[in-house]
Structures are given as C-alpha cells and as structure tokens.
C-alpha cells in the first residue's frame, strides 16, 4: 500500500524503524560470548556499522574488520562531488574512530579465499584469521561483459563514477570541460543496482550545473527500466528547474544500452544510437567478486541470505550484508546497508550466546536532491514476510507533490543531516 506521507510521517518511521532494528540489542548482554570472534570483510555502510554495533551488542566478541582501503568514499552525496559543490575530501573517511570507541580491530588488506570448514580467512598478505561467525560485505561489483564494449579500459573514457572515488573526479572534470551546447547522456542499468534514486538526482545536478555554466546544454537518460524511484517528484522538479534540459527514456521506448564505443562516445539502443560530449555508463551490477569466489552468490549475481540474520543460504556460519545480498524488496541504498547490519550484529551476538534470534523489523529512508534547494524523500519499514522482506502496510510513502519551494529547501536541508547521521551512525 502506497500513499503520501508528511515530514512528521517520514521521520516517525525512520525513528519507528531504528528501535525495531536494534530491538536485539538489550538482550544480547544478556548472555556473553566470551572469546568469540567474528571477522567482518567490507568497511561500507554495512561492513562498518555491523562491527560497531557488534561489539556494542556484546563487548566480549572479538571483532575484526577487513578493508582493503584506509578511506571510504562514500556513494552517498557523490553527486554533489560529481557537480563541483563540493570536494571529496567532504566524503572521504576513515576507520580510527571504530577502533578508538568501539574496540574494532581494523585490518587493511585483502581477503582473498574464506575457509568455510575450518572458519578461517586468507588474506593476500599471507595472514589467516579465525573466525566463529563471518560477515561479507563487499558492496557491489560490475557486469562489463553485460553491455557490449564497455570494460574497465572504457570506464576511463565514459565514467561510470559508481564507486566513489577518482571516477568521481573524472566524470567532475569532463563536465568542467565539455562544451557549451553539449549533450551528457547517462545510462541506467536494468533494476536492482546500487541507490536506485541515485542516477536520476545525478541528472538533476548535472542540469544545475549546466544551466549556471553551460545552459545551451541537454542530459540524456537511457534507461533499461521503465519507472524509478520517486518518479513523479523527480519530473516535477524537472519541469519547474530545468524546463526542456532533461529528457528520458524508457527501456519500452528504447532507453536500455545494448552497446557503447568509447572513441565515439555513442551509446546504442534498440531504438538507434546516441552521441554524447559526456557519457556516463552505469553497467548492470552485481554482489562483489569476493562472493563468487566465496560460493555465495546464485544464479542471480546476488547472495541469497536469511531475512532474519542474513546468514547465507549457500554457506552456513557465514552473513551476507549490504549491496552484496538479496532480501526481498529491500532496496541497495546506504540506509537499508545499515539497517541489515544492525539486525544482523544482534541476530550474530545471539546465535553466539546460544538464544533464539529475533524477528527483526528494517528502516529505509533515503533522500535525494533535484537540486541543491530542492530535496526529495522516500522512507519505508520493512518486515520479514513469507517471501523474505518486504514494505509493511501503510508504511511506505514518498515526498509528496506541489509543495511550495520552503518544503523542497527544508527536505535539501534534512538531506544533508540525514547524511551527517548516518555518517556518525556508521563509522564513529
């Protein structure tokens, strides 16, 4: 069931949705695990808040993070990177904090093989370490061979700036440089990929910057899907901020990417061939490589796990967080990543301590910009359902439409405390 809700609405069931999340956590003091030990592989949104609110679920679990960066660049709020307002260094962060509050251990390196018999992990630096409970987190990872032509290599010519970081600043800089009158064309994959709002607040504030600095410009959205996430918000904004400058289409129309050529900077379709002075490919994704070595993944490039502790259905003793698995009808966004790992740590601190896990409830609120004063929101709760996860009734709603330009501003500004929070939440 789908309906408008109001700004008292969203924030009540973000709220709602943390106290169910952690519901686990009270009890899991309960009983200790002394000298239990849980690695955790993947320092994102999930990998990071899971080994917070492990080791604050129950303080004797020895608790181990594997990243193989000393910095996260978080996808949250990269657009803004993307438009020039502001730098990366705003996004980037590090791991000391869970060490110095939390007692996480971090261990920068590469997990290259998990010994799922002898519980072990093998790091490429020859290391192995011991685990009773393992977590995988390794976000998300691309399918190069899905869309003919395009390839790492590519990736340096058409950006897909999916993973935060340098391609961000590429993508930035080919932005700064194209042409007055240019065409920036964005590809989106077929659903699910990681933030499903995030290409289409991409397009926004890449108009934004088009119209301040080259308003002769237009962007292009070849979608593979035939709706997106706040759909009608998003066409709104387009029509009042940006009249003309966005057109989309539809994968029932031709949107989907059948093959792009980087010399050319053209993007082909079934309905024919596009050229851009910028083209950003997003590729159609999947759970990260580590998994697929790991034998966790199926048939469906992502990692089916449990809907009450995200433990794998293909490996037992082993979770699943984040972007890498597949849960029902949560979506890949950075607040349903902390969500799942909240409700994983508790179900983790209980299966140790040998009680019954819990039913858990999720939280998914996200918000996106149509530009830097105008923000949209979606939010739902989730339960666990007969068919894994899934929105629970009445308790799911988007922004609603014709607010006045003080209610856009005012969701612009809680755009950016929801990414503070969540930032805080996650990683000190």
């Known amino acids: 069931m789908e309906r408008n809700f109001t700004r008292r609405d969203f924030l009540s069931m973000a709220a709602a949705g943390a106290v169910v999340s952690l519901g686990g956590f009270g009890r899991a003091f309960a009983q200790s695990s002394q000298d239990k030990r849980v690695v ?39 657009n803004l990177v993307v438009t020039g307002l502001q730098p990366l260094s705003a996004i980037t962060l590090g791991y000391d904090k869970l060490h110095l509050n939390h007692g996480v251990k971090v261990v920068y390196g590469n997990a290259v093989s998990i010994d799922p018999a002898g519980r072990k992990v093998a790091l490429e630096s020859g290391e192995t370490l011991s685990y009773d409970r393992l977590v995988v987190a390794p976000g998300i990872d691309f399918k190069y061979a899905a869309l003919e032509g395009y390839s790492e290599q590519a990736a340096l010519v058409m950006p897909h700036a999916w993973k935060a970081g340098p391609q961000t600043e590429l993508l930035r800089r080919q932005l700064e440089q194209m042409p007055n009158g240019g065409t920036v064309i964005i590809t989106v994959p077929p659903a699910p990929f990681r933030c499903p709002p995030g290409p289409y607040e991409r397009a926004s504030l890449i108009a934004h910057y088009l119209k301040r600095s080259k308003p002769k410009s237009k962007v292009l959205i070849l979608d593979a899907n035939d709706g997106f996430a706040a759909q009608e918000g998003f066409m709104e904004a387009w029509q009042a901020l940006y009249p003309g400058m966005i057109e989309w289409v539809p994968g029932s129309k031709g ?55 995200f433990e794998s259905i293909r490996q037992k003793g082993i979770h699943v967080i984040g972007d890498s698995s597949i849960a029902g009808k949560l979506p890949k966004s950075a607040a349903a990543a902390n969500s799942e790992a909240k409700v994983c740590a508790a179900a983790i601190a209980s299966l140790l301590a040998e009680r019954p896990v819990g039913d858990p409830s999720f939280v998914n609120a996200c918000y996106a ?4 004063t105008y923000g949209l929101s979606i939010a739902g709760v989730y339960g666990r359902t007969v068919g894994g996860i899934a929105p629970l009734p009445g308790a799911f709603g988007v922004s609603p439409l014709k607010q006045s330009a003080k209610y856009r501003a005012k969701e612009a500004q809680d755009a950016n405390g929801w990414y503070q929070n969540i930032v805080a939440d996650s990683f000190t």
């Open 40 to 78: 955790v592989i993947g320092g994102g949104f999930a990998g990071a808040t899971c080994a917070k609110y492990l080791r604050r679920a129950d303080p004797a679990i020895q608790v181990t993070l594997v990243e193989r960066q000393r910095n996260y660049v978080t996808p949250p709020s990269s």
């Open 255 to 309: 949107g989907g990417a059948t093959k792009v050529d980087a010399r050319s900077l053209t993007v082909s379709t079934r309905a024919g061939q596009h050229r851009g002075n910028v083209v950003n490919v997003i590729p159609p994704q999947k759970a990260g490589d580590f998994v697929d070595k790991a034998g966790l993944s199926d048939e469906t490039g992502w990692c089916p796990v449990d809907a009450g502790s």
């Open 369 to 372: 910009l149509a530009s830097p």
